[in-house]
Structures are given as structure tokens and as C-alpha cells.
């Protein structure tokens, strides 16, 4: 295989073919050297090989990092293509979606997520990644204490406007939502006929289990009402008030987080963005407490595959 990079960006690492060798093949015989690369680059793409649609994906998965994970505490709307393999989130077109770690809000994440370009948008539509080593060093220390010493917490409202927690939580069961958010540290208020509203605090910086270092980990940015565009924004409030937003982040304690903190971090995850176009058949994986991602509008049918894989809370693996 051929490694190199795009030029002038610092995420991906590309992995070329140099020979006749199948994208599988490839792994198998570098599976080790991969893993290492995606682990200090923060991400690699394969680039020039036949991947092979869905199906293919699905391979590439478990050759490089087992069974893909299921999609669970869902925060955005995806559907799925085959098995545990989904599509990017099914925002409109217009809309930019914000860099962020999925699922960095749960108590535990993938640890890999792997994006696979069926088709490429007309204009724009790249998948922007950001290494949040490198937003880390972009946030004042002091801006980090605070969340370190705080916390951050995140507030959800599931309704018939935002979205129904049946849909989110994948059951119609109330019982079942208490238990799973009781195992993972989510306090639970039942809101009106069938209404719900979660709590959960989570730390903002975490330890990456291979490479020992901190890295800033975390959906307070995301899930704030201030990453939304203007006119969202105005809209939402409008619409629920700010205690009823779908998603809104707080300080640990409850407290409002300062506008110009959320600017501050905000200007964090843009300085450290790079972008590129995606190409047909285009696979990326992400070592995803290094990189954040997010989505560019776009014109044209665009298709990005997803799947996520290594769970957090399991052994391992360099």
C-alpha cells in the first residue's frame, strides 16, 4: 500500500493500491500498521480501490475493527442501509452540521466510525475534520478548567415537535428508556401525556486509551442552541422556549454557559478544520476521540455511508 497525504491537509492519511491487491487483502496484511496510522494521524482514507457498495463496507468493518455497532441513544435521524450500516444523518441540504465526536454525550461511544462515499454532492458536501488535539490547544486554559472542574450537561426534549423518544430510544416501552438511562447516568422526567426530558453530566475532557493523552471529548459545543444558525436559532426559541429545546448544553451545575465562551469554543473547532471532496467510493476511518466531523451543504445526491465500531467499554485493541 501507499500512504501519503492530500495536499496542504493534515486529516486524511491516503492509502493508495501500489499493486493488484484487493482493498481486504490490503487490510489483512496490514491490518496493525493501519491501526497505528489511524491512531496517530487521527484518521485514514483509502482511496483508488473498489470497495464494493454496502456489502463491501460491511467487510471492510470487520476486517479492520470486528462487528460494526448498532446505533444506539440516537440524537439524529439516520436510516439504515443494511445491518448496522446507515446513512449519514438526514438533515436537509442546506443545512451545515457542526463538528463533532459521536456520541460523546453517552457513557460510552465508538471508538472507530468509518464514512463510505456512494455518491459524491454536485457542490460542496465535504465531511470537514477537525483533530481535537489540535482544538484543544486552540481553548484558553482557563475556558478548560472550568468546564474540567464543572462539568458539562446535556438536556434533551423528546416530543411530537422535536422528535418522539420512542423513535430516539428505538421502543415504545417507558420502563425500558428508564432502566437503559438509568445504566448509563441519565436522569428521566416524564413531561406532560408523553413527553420526556433527560439530564446527564459528563466529563469534557477524557484520557485516550491508547495514547494516554487528554483530548477535548465532548457534544457541549454541538448540542448548544449557538451552533445553530441565526435564524434556527431564533426560531427554535420561539417555538419552545429555551427550557423545551430539543438539545441544549449547560454547565455541570446547571449554569448557562456564557455566550462568548460557546463563541470561543466554537472559533476552537473552526481553526483546527480541513476539508476535502469526496470521490466515489472514497472510505475514510476515524479514530473518533481524535477527530471531530461534520457535514458542508450541498447541492446533488450525495450519499455518505456510516458505520461505527470498537465500543468504548470494551478491551482494547492498539
Same mark, same amino acid.
Given at each position: 500500500m501507499l500512504v501519503t497525504a492530500l495536499p496542504?491537509?493534515?486529516?486524511?492519511?491516503?492509502?493508495?493500491?501500489?499493486?493488484?491487491?484487493?482493498?481486504?487483502d490490503v487490510i489483512k496484511e496490514n491490518r496493525a500498521e493501519i491501526r497505528s496510522l489511524i491512531?496517530?494521524?487521527?484518521?485514514?482514507?483509502?482511496?483508488?480501490?473498489?470497495?464494493?457498495?454496502?456489502?463491501?463496507?460491511?467487510?471492510?468493518?470487520?476486517?479492520?475493527?470486528?462487528?460494526?455497532?448498532?446505533?444506539?441513544?440516537?440524537?439524529?435521524?439516520?436510516?439504515?442501509?443494511?445491518?448496522?450500516?446507515?446513512?449519514?444523518t438526514d438533515y436537509p441540504p442546506t443545512e451545515e452540521i457542526f463538528l463533532h465526536n459521536e456520541c460523546?454525550?453517552?457513557?460510552?461511544?465508538? /471508538?472507530?466510525?468509518?464514512?463510505?462515499?456512494?455518491?459524491?454532492?454536485?457542490?460542496?458536501?465535504?465531511?470537514?475534520?477537525?483533530?481535537?488535539?489540535?482544538?484543544y490547544r486552540h481553548i484558553d486554559p482557563a475556558v478548560a478548567e472550568e468546564f474540567i472542574r464543572r462539568k458539562w450537561m446535556y438536556v434533551r426534549n423528546?416530543?411530537? /415537535?422535536?422528535?418522539?423518544?420512542?423513535?430516539?430510544?428505538?421502543?415504545?416501552?417507558?420502563?425500558?428508556?428508564?432502566?437503559?438511562?438509568?445504566?448509563?447516568?441519565?436522569?428521566?422526567?416524564?413531561?406532560?401525556?408523553?413527553?420526556?426530558?433527560?439530564?446527564?453530566?459528563?466529563?469534557?475532557v477524557h484520557p485516550h486509551p491508547v495514547t494516554g493523552e487528554p483530548v477535548w471529548f465532548n457534544h457541549a459545543t454541538f448540542f448548544h442552541i449557538s451552533s445553530l444558525p441565526q435564524i434556527y436559532q431564533e426560531e427554535m426559541l420561539e417555538m419552545y422556549g429555551e427550557e423545551n429545546l430539543p438539545t441544549n448544553s449547560y454547565y455541570g451545575d446547571g449554569a448557562r454557559i456564557p455566550d462568548d465562551v460557546m463563541k470561543h469554543l466554537q472559533k476552537a473547532y473552526r481553526a483546527a478544520l480541513t476539508r476535502f471532496d469526496w470521490q466515489a467510493d472514497d472510505l475514510v476511518v476515524i479514530d473518533n476521540m481524535l477527530t471531530a466531523h461534520g457535514r458542508e451543504p450541498f447541492t446533488g445526491g450525495r450519499r455518505?455511508?456510516?458505520? /461505527?465500531?470498537?465500543?468504548?467499554?470494551?478491551?482494547?485493541e492498539p
Open positions: 496542504g491537509q493534515s486529516l486524511p492519511a491516503v492509502i493508495e493500491p501500489d499493486n493488484d491487491l484487493s482493498i481486504l491512531t496517530r494521524t487521527g484518521a485514514a482514507m483509502f482511496r483508488g480501490f473498489e470497495v464494493g457498495g454496502v456489502d463491501g463496507l460491511h467487510d471492510v468493518v470487520r476486517a479492520l475493527s470486528g462487528a460494526p455497532l448498532d446505533y444506539t441513544e440516537r440524537t439524529s435521524p439516520r436510516s439504515s442501509l443494511s445491518g448496522n450500516v446507515f446513512t449519514s460523546s454525550y453517552q457513557a460510552q461511544w465508538p /471508538m472507530k466510525v468509518f464514512f463510505y462515499c456512494l455518491q459524491p454532492a454536485e457542490t460542496q458536501g465535504a465531511t470537514p475534520f477537525a483533530d481535537v488535539r489540535e482544538v423528546f416530543s411530537e /415537535m422535536g422528535g418522539s423518544w420512542q423513535y430516539f430510544y428505538d421502543t415504545d416501552d417507558r420502563s425500558q428508556v428508564e432502566r437503559y438511562c438509568g445504566s448509563q447516568g441519565i436522569d428521566v422526567e416524564w413531561v406532560g401525556t408523553d413527553g420526556l426530558r433527560t439530564r446527564a453530566v459528563r466529563e469534557p455518505i455511508a456510516i458505520a /461505527m465500531a470498537e465500543a468504548s467499554d470494551a478491551p482494547v
